[in-house]
């Protein structure tokens, strides 16, 4: 399993970096099975999974339960949980309980937190000093989403574009192994990866030193809106959705189950002398 001063080689190495989220057991092995260099737990678990219409909703609980799957899934992969809405914007001593649960219990390597404010700097050199790798998130936080108007490309203006340059310094001075920016111009994600010595992991921001995309986006299994970042590699909800209407057909046509799915008794066999 990659480790994180491995991530770091790869930056140096220019060598791609490949992300992907994954919320339950099976997705998990699929992604490791791939071959993947990380998975995300991604409190995007409660609009994919839970039919949120955002982040917000989801709680630790959620995450502790997403994140333990994940775990016994994908037991070779670096696996990162995000610490979900105001789990880490009370004190310190929250977030480091937070986040020792989902290492702890969860079996997360590392975490994900979203922003950068005083206190989640300070949380950040807190945790890796204490031992959690921690991995940063700018751009379109989606826990903010309200704040920042909805779902927007960040950093279009000179003013927003230098906060975050700035932020992102902060961040890797704080000790993150990494910076996930997500819905930013391409040309700010090029000057980010020149500036840090971190990987820089992009959703939505262009080339960077690595991708990350959501599995249900990924895969085809979304319906109604796609982020106009997000690539489709197959079609699994169609195929999913024939698969369940043949089922369908068949039961009403008394087609299944047939001989092959049914079990019979056993035959009492005829007893002889000797």
Known sequence: MKQTVDFLKM?????????????????????????????????????VVHGHQGTQPVTLDDMLLHTKAVARGAKQTFIVGDLPFMT????IEDTVTNATTLVQTGGAHAVKLEGCTGLILD???????????????????????T??????????GEQERTKLIEDAKRIEASGAFALVVECIP???????????????????????????????????LTTGYIPKFAKTYANVHDV?????????????RELFPDERYTFKDVKKERSTSV
């Open 11 to 47: 930056k140096r190495n220019q060598e791609m970096i490949t992300m992907v989220t994954a919320y339950d057991a099976p997705t998990a092995k699929i992604v490791e099975d791939a071959a993947i260099d990380l998975i995300l737990v991604g409190d995007s678990l409660g609009m």
């Open 88 to 91: 880490y914007h009370r004190s």
């Open 123 to 145: 949380s950040i050199e807190r945790l890796t000093s204490g031992g959690i790798a921690v991995m940063g998130h700018l751009g379109l936080t989606p826990q903010s989403s």
């Open 147 to 156: 704040v920042l108007g909805g779902f927007k490309v960040q950093g279009r």
């Open 186 to 220: 391409e040309s700010l994600t090029k000057e980010l990866k020149d500036i840090l010595a971190i990987p820089v992991i992009g959703i939505g921001a262009g080339k960077a030193d690595g991708q990350v995309l959501v599995f249900h986006d990924l895969v085809g």
């Open 240 to 252: 999913m959705l024939q698969a369940v209407e043949q089922y369908r057909d068949d039961v009403k």
